[in-house]
């Protein structure tokens, strides 16, 4: 009984080191985006999420190849997501030229701009959060890869 009373004072002084003055465990802030999600801003949909440790993207700005992988929300007027609809619209008017288009279950957009091509792959919203997966890869045309010079 003797150490009862400084047990519950060690762990109460325990407990108020866990967390920062003022800080409550649910009110933390949004993070802010990421390089990738900042770079990626007018390629993906508004509301969109990449998802960092799936993603793999070489170079920046205009130029960037690899691959992304977005969360797209569903849009809460049409119970749909707008991922197809976005990619169909506004890749053209970056100057991207669609090569071809598959709507479905899990749909497949493939576009082309001067020496790279974009593959879109957009599958269905799930059931936990109700966001699209996309997975946009952009990589160098064959035309483009310059043949490796042996000594």
Do not use: H
């Not at 003022?22 to 390629?43: F, H, V, W």
């Not at 992304?68 to 049409?78: C, Y």
């Not at 957009?122 to 952009?138: K, P, R």
Request: some cysteine; aromatic content about 6%.
């Amino acid at each position: 009984m003797k150490y009862f009373l400084p047990l519950i004072c060690l762990a109460g002084l325990l407990q108020s080191c866990a967390l920062p003055t003022g800080t409550t465990p649910s009110s933390s802030p949004e993070a802010p985006p990421s390089k990738n999600e900042q770079m990626l801003r007018n390629s993906i949909p508004a509301g969109s999420k990449v998802n960092q440790a799936q993603s793999l993207i070489i170079g920046s700005g205009e130029y960037w190849v690899g691959r992304a992988v977005i969360e797209v929300p569903k849009d809460i007027d049409r119970d749909t997501s707008p991922a197809y609809s976005f990619f169909l619209e506004q890749f053209p008017q970056q100057g991207w030229t669609l090569l071809s288009a598959t709507r479905g279950k899990t749909s497949m957009l493939v576009f082309a701009k001067k020496d790279r091509t974009a593959t879109v792959e957009i599958s269905d919203a799930n059931m936990i959060n109700g966001a699209a997966t996309v997975v946009l890869t952009v990589s160098p045309t064959e035309a483009s890869l310059q043949p490796v010079k042996q000594p």
